[in-house]
């Protein structure tokens, strides 16, 4: 299983970006697709996650109302669609995927992929 992430780039503070994850090896439908983040000296943060079969959706508080998490199963791939950003959603993002169909921050995710870095500009 491996997760593989794009999309990162520069985006001045308020604009957009739409992250993408391909995940090859596992039915993304079934199964938990997560984002995390983690700033340097900081923890690390789920930020969405989903499991598109079950219309399961969990957003952090830190970005509820200006992220969404969308799936496409066809293509075994899952967008996070990044709006109104803040200069401290700057930092890598990284894609993780687990067996279990269940989103939840407790859960340890067992794949993971590189990181993608956003740098939102003020």
């Known amino acids: 299983v491996q997760p593989q992430a794009s999309g990162g780039g520069l985006v001045q503070a308020g604009g957009s970006l739409r992250l993408s994850c391909v995940v090859s090896g596992l039915t993304t439908g079934n199964s938990a697709i997560a984002w995390f983040r983690q700033a340097p000296g900081g923890e690390r943060e789920g930020v969405p996650c989903?499991?598109?079969?079950?219309?399961?959706?969990v957003y952090s508080d830190s970005v509820k109302g200006r992220f969404t998490i969308a799936s496409d199963n066809a293509k075994s791939t899952v967008y996070p669609q990044m709006n109104s950003l803040k200069s401290e959603d700057t930092t890598v993002y990284y894609c993780?995927?687990?067996?279990?169909?269940?989103?939840?921050?407790?859960?340890?995710?067992?794949?993971w992929g590189q990181g993608t870095l956003v740098t939102v500009s003020s």
């Open positions: 993780a995927a687990d067996w279990a169909p269940l989103c939840s921050w407790h859960v340890k995710f067992d794949y």
């Open positions: 989903v499991v598109s079969d079950n219309d399961d959706t």
